[in-house]
T-cell receptor, first 114, second 113 residues
Framework: DAGVTQSPTHLIKTRGQHVTLRCSPI?????VSWYQQVLGQGPQFIFQ???????GRGNFPDRFSARQFPNYSSELNVNALLLGDSALYLC?????????????FGAGSRLTVL | KQEVTQIPAALSVPEGENLVLNCSFTDSAIYNLQWFRQDPGKGLTSLLL?????REQTSGRLNASLDKSSGRSTLYIAASQPGDSATYLC????????????FGKGITLSVRP
């Protein structure tokens, strides 16, 4: 059974560009959460989507946006990239929106902004 | 401000040693607490989840405890092995309404053969 899959695994962008990261949750999981992990730090919560609606948002600027599709996959979009956006972006899925569920994380998309 | 702290940042022990990793949180009104493992350049693997009403959880050689009143959790690893070398992260949920977790920076564990 496939786990949480993320694409691309690595990418390099330049300042000012736009990036789209993709996530496919575990089959049967309806919730997708996005986290940003800067080198040497713990992950920081960006968004949670459940049943295609935003259910939680972290302290990130409006340059960050996301959406969830009918098949529960999700995209994270970042506009006007800054050097500080360089990080590992992690996607996690769970069965429901509840905080009681264990999150299953993907391997992440490593973004480098030059 | 809700903060999660893990000290020390790194730890090196000889194989076979029993060890304790510490986690502290500033706001004791937690919903649950989870311990994760992260291998270099990889995603996170959930190890143990403790609900706020529980005091501990066990899985194999791992035991996690929770003391809400003091704002502390510990992860006990018995008979450590080189394969246990990884970064261990503690994460707190403050609500059941969504899956937002507040993470510590992690403790990088090295188990020497």
């Amino acid at each position: 059974d496939a786990g949480v899959t993320q694409s691309p695994t690595h990418l390099i962008k330049t300042r000012g560009q736009h990036v789209t990261l993709r996530c496919s949750p575990i089959s049967g999981h309806k919730s997708v959460s996005w986290y940003q992990q800067v080198l040497g730090q713990g992950p920081q919560f960006i968004f949670q989507y459940y049943e295609k609606e935003e259910r939680g948002r972290g302290n990130f600027p409006d340059r960050f946006s996301a959406r969830q599709f009918p098949n529960y996959s999700s995209e994270l979009n970042v506009n006007a990239l800054l050097l500080g956006d360089s990080a590992l972006y992690l996607c996690a899925s769970s069965f429901s929106r509840s905080g009681a569920n264990v999150l299953t994380f993907g391997a992440g998309s490593r973004l480098t902004v030059l | 401000k809700q903060e999660v702290t893990q000290i020390p940042a790194a730890l090196s022990v000889p194989e076979g040693e029993n060890l304790v990793l510490n986690c502290s949180f500033t706001d004791s009104a937690i919903y649950n607490l989870q311990w994760f493992r992260q291998d270099p350049g990889k995603g996170l693997t959930s190890l143990l989840l403790i609900q706020s009403s529980q005091r501990e959880q066990t899985s194999g050689r791992l035991n996690a405890s929770l003391d809400k009143s003091s704002g502390r959790s510990t992860l006990y690893i018995a008979a450590s092995q080189p394969g246990d070398s990884a970064t261990y992260l503690c994460a707190v949920s403050y609500t059941g309404a969504n899956s937002k977790l507040t993470f510590g920076k992690g403790i990088t564990l090295s188990v020497r053969p």
